[in-house]
C-alpha cells in the first residue's frame, strides 16, 4: 500500500493527493499534525532522500527557527532531531510507494513514469 505523508491544509499536498485519486492508486494518508511523524518512517527517509532533500529550508516554519538551531542541522541526526520537533519542517509530501521506494515532494510526471504512465 502507498502511504502519503504530510499536512492536510498543503496545497501540495492537496495536489498530490488528488493526483493520486485521479490515477486510481490506493493510497493511505498520514497526518504529522495528528499522527505525528513516525520515527521508523522518518530514518528510512532520511537515509533514502538524505536530509538535504527532507528538510524544507524554504518554508515559513524554517524561517522561524532561531539561527542556531538552523546552524545545527548539518547531517541526518541532527536533521532527524528538528525534524521530529517541527514536522512542519519536512518537505511535502513524503510518499512512501507499494515497492517500498520514497520519494520526498510532488512531482507528476515522476509518479506516472513509477507507474508506467508517461504522458
Request: hydrophobic share 45%.
Amino acid at each position: 500500500m502507498t502511504t502519503l505523508y504530510g499536512i492536510p491544509n498543503c496545497d501540495t499536498v492537496k495536489k498530490a493527493r488528488a493526483w493520486l485519486n485521479e490515477h486510481g492508486v490506493a493510497h493511505s494518508f498520514h497526518d504529522f499534525k495528528k499522527q505525528g511523524v513516525p520515527e521508523a518512517a522518518l530514518d528510512l527517509w532520511l537515509a533514502a532522500a538524505g536530509w538535504e532533500t527532507l528538510v524544507n529550508r524554504k518554508g515559513t516554519t524554517w524561517r522561524g527557527l532561531d539561527e542556531a538551531t538552523r546552524l545545527a542541522v548539518v547531517d541526518n541526526p541532527s536533521a532527524r532531531a528538528v525534524l521530529l520537533l517541527h514536522p512542519s519542517l519536512i518537505k511535502r509530501p513524503v510518499v512512501g510507494w507499494a515497492d517500498s521506494s520514497v520519494t520526498v515532494g510532488f512531482a507528476p510526471r515522476d509518479w506516472a513514469g513509477r507507474l508506467g504512465r508517461v504522458r
